[in-house]
């Protein structure tokens, strides 16, 4: 039996996380709000707990994976794994060669998002704007924290697990650069793409653990402080711009095997004399314009399938 159009869409939204998340500086939480999901990622992710345990032993598999919305959180897993392993060395190869290209498209898509997210709160009071400026200044704050040498034990890659899925539900936080500041990023993502078992099972684990624990936090604040919420998420995709500006050289050497460093922003003239390398500016701001508009795209398709629905309704 094939797919439906939905479950088909929710696999390639799954994709699109799993290849956000493994550029460190963009978000997987970030693609689950623009292709309108997020809220329904976290109430399925809350919903594994005890009480699914009891329906599982009173009614049975069927109704405890209906209480856990299993279909959707089996589908876009496998989408996030699926581009994990498909799209990881490709990644790693845009990143080596094309960074500041691949910087620049998802700058467009978190500046689009800024907006849309930014909708959601309905009318800005002042406490949403304090709300606003101090997630921006947590998401660019972790861009100054300093790097960590990688003690390569498993209990290491577990609680480095758990700690990065966090940022990686959390719109504008990149799992992946939290696991760049732990010197997690390289181990992890060769484990994957290697299928080092060990590894792999112990970092899935702590990832399990950290999810199950913080998607309670935040499916508590969307359903009881939903505006403000929005606001502290909207004020972290505007901080995480910083993260994304495309030229920028290296002032510090890290400990992580795939020489990511700290680095400096500079404009693209400067970026020329210090690495030899030129990407055009006309360049990135088309692919800026491309990502802004993609979202924009994703968000038309989204209101019309809302109004499918409530019409079907």
Known sequence: ?????????LFLKG???GAADS?????????????????????AIRSVDLQALVILRREGLKAAWRHVNGNFLVT?????????????HLILVLMDNYLPYLLAFFGGLVLASIRYVGKGVGGWTAKHMALLLTGALFALALAFLPLRENSGGLLFYFFSGAIAICAMILPGISGAFILVLLGAYGPVLEALTGFDLPIVTVFAAGCACGLLAFSRVLSWLLHHHHAATLAALTGM???SLYLLWPWR?????TLDSHAFTRYEHVLPGTYLQATGQSFSPLICLGLLVAGAVLVLLLESLAGNNN??????T
């Open 15 to 17: 994709m699109a996380m």
């Open 249 to 253: 050289v290296a002032t510090e050497l």
């Open 23 to 43: 550029v460190p500086g963009v978000s997987g939480g970030t693609i689950a709000l623009i292709t309108n999901i997020y809220e329904e990622l976290i109430d």
């Open 1 to 9: 039996m094939l797919p439906d159009r939905r479950t088909i869409l």
């Open 76 to 88: 876009l897993l496998a989408g996030i794994l699926s581009s994990l392993l498909l799209l990881g």
């Open 307 to 312: 109004k499918e629905n409530s019409a079907s």
């Open 237 to 239: 995709l505007t901080g």
